[in-house]
T-cell receptor, first 114, second 113 residues
Framework: DTEVTQTPKHLVMGMTNKKSLKCEQH?????MYWYKQKAKKPPELMFV???????INESVPSRFSPECPNSSLLNLHLHALQPEDSALYLC?????????????FGSGTRLTVV | GENVEQHPSTLSVQEGDSAVIKCTYS??????FPWYKQELGKRPQLIID?????GEKKDQRIAVTLNKTAKHFSLHITETQPEDSAVYFC????????????FGGGTRLMVKP
């Protein structure tokens, strides 16, 4: 299995809703990432997990809450989002938490906040 | 922090022509330089990468060249085809982000048949 799987593919949520994005990989990668991508912009790093521990939080608002239940799974819990949080949320993984390897990206969750 | 500048932002070429996209970076300690291709509505996919101990790497119609002294690296696509149309991103490990990959602004390549 050489893929990163993200669910759901699309999500529409209200500003008072609570939802979760899920990411899964079975490549034995020990680093997992959340990136946010707005239209016509590059991916921007949000969080990095290394060996199931949060190692980097790029000053992301607390309405985004990551969780890594085990080495294969990564969640992003969403609560009280704003319309400007609408974006493509990409999960990625790599063998180690470093910029020295290529990342494998999932297909993303396209989030719309209404 | 790491600045990653990518040029041009858009590039239109005729099918069969070559395309070159350039990326400049600021941290001389950077040692890994990947290129990603993102088709409309799809995930970024790694298409080629180079490490700082080599100056050029080729994979069929694509190549990456690295000039460490000048701190820039370039993506070269020869004999372009319509399916090469996509947004291409360079990336560099950014010290300010724990050495995680930071992406350039992207280049929208359009290959006209």
């Amino acid at each position: 299995d050489t893929e990163v799987t993200q669910t759901p593919k699309h999500l529409v949520m209200g500003m008072t809703n609570k939802k979760s994005l899920k990411c899964e990989q079975h490549m034995g990668h020990r680093a997992m990432y959340w990136y946010k991508q707005k239209a016509k912009k590059p991916p921007e790093l949000m969080f990095v997990y290394s060996y199931e521990k949060l190692s980097i939080n790029e000053s992301v608002p607390s309405r985004f809450s990551p969780e890594c239940p085990n080495s294969s799974l990564l969640n992003l819990h969403l609560h009280a989002l704003q319309p400007e949080d609408s974006a493509l949320y990409l999960c990625a993984s790599s063998q180690e938490a470093t910029g020295g390897n290529g990342y494998t990206f999932g297909s993303g969750t396209r989030l719309t906040v209404v | 922090g790491e600045n990653v500048e990518q040029h041009p932002s858009t590039l239109s070429v005729q099918e069969g022509d070559s395309a070159v996209i350039k990326c400049t970076y600021s941290d001389s300690a950077s040692n890994y330089f990947p290129w990603y291709k993102q088709e409309l509505g799809k995930r970024p996919q790694l298409i080629i990468d180079i490490r700082s101990n080599v100056g050029e790497k080729k994979d069929q119609r694509i190549a990456v060249t690295l000039n460490k002294t000048a701190k820039h690296f370039s993506l070269h696509i020869t004999e372009t085809q319509p399916e090469d149309s996509a947004v291409y991103f360079c990336a560099v490990p950014a010290l300010r982000a724990g050495n995680m990959l930071t992406f350039g602004g992207g280049t929208r390549l359009m290959v006209k048949p």
